[in-house]
């Protein structure tokens, strides 16, 4: 099938498409569900004493990623009034679009929240895949969470 771009205007396109992902994008954390490791299986328990005997035997170590990610606030902003502290949440969603690295790392466990300029943000949407020539890139919409 005959193709309306060149192969030289494709490669064109591709690293104006690379540079402005690359100019644009902010680092973006991405927190997953903690990893838990035991450090002595043959521990015994000590059932009925409450859960404190256990707790020396339990690592919950963090697991992070940060990726670079274009970051649009979406047009869905709004406000919530907090009665209890006599306070306003801004309460917003945003569009972010990452490369494949990143949704690799999203979409392989539990994802629990993204991290953008300090802010804590919930994933409200699966992956979108929004291919661009021969690159991909994969678009998320998340809402502020606190």
């Known amino acids: ?14 690293k104006a498409m690379a540079n402005l992902f690359d100019t644009f994008s902010q680092d973006v954390i991405i ?3 903690a990893r838990i490791e035991i450090t002595n299986i043959n521990q ?11 707790i020396d035997n339990i690592n919950y170590i963090p697991v992070t990623g940060v990726f670079p990610a274009l970051v ?18 801004d309460k917003g969603e945003v569009e972010m679009k990452v490369k494949s690295d990143a949704n690799d790392f999203i979409q ?8 953008l300029d300090g802010l804590m943000f ?6 979108a895949p929004r291919p661009y ?8 919409y998340l809402e502020r969470e606190r």
């Open 133 to 140: 020539i021969s690159s991909e890139f994969f678009t998320y």
């Open 72 to 89: 649009t606030f979406t047009k869905k902003q709004s406000q919530q009034r907090l009665e209890e502290a006599d306070n306003i949440i």
């Open 44 to 54: 015994p328990r000590m059932y009925g004493y409450n859960e404190r005997s256990d």
């Open 108 to 115: 392989n466990g539990k994802t629990l929240y993204a991290s």
């Open 1 to 14: 099938m005959a193709s309306l771009l060149s192969a030289a205007q494709k490669a064109s396109f591709e």
């Open 31 to 33: 927190y997953k569900e």
């Open 122 to 127: 919930k994933f409200i949407s699966s992956q």
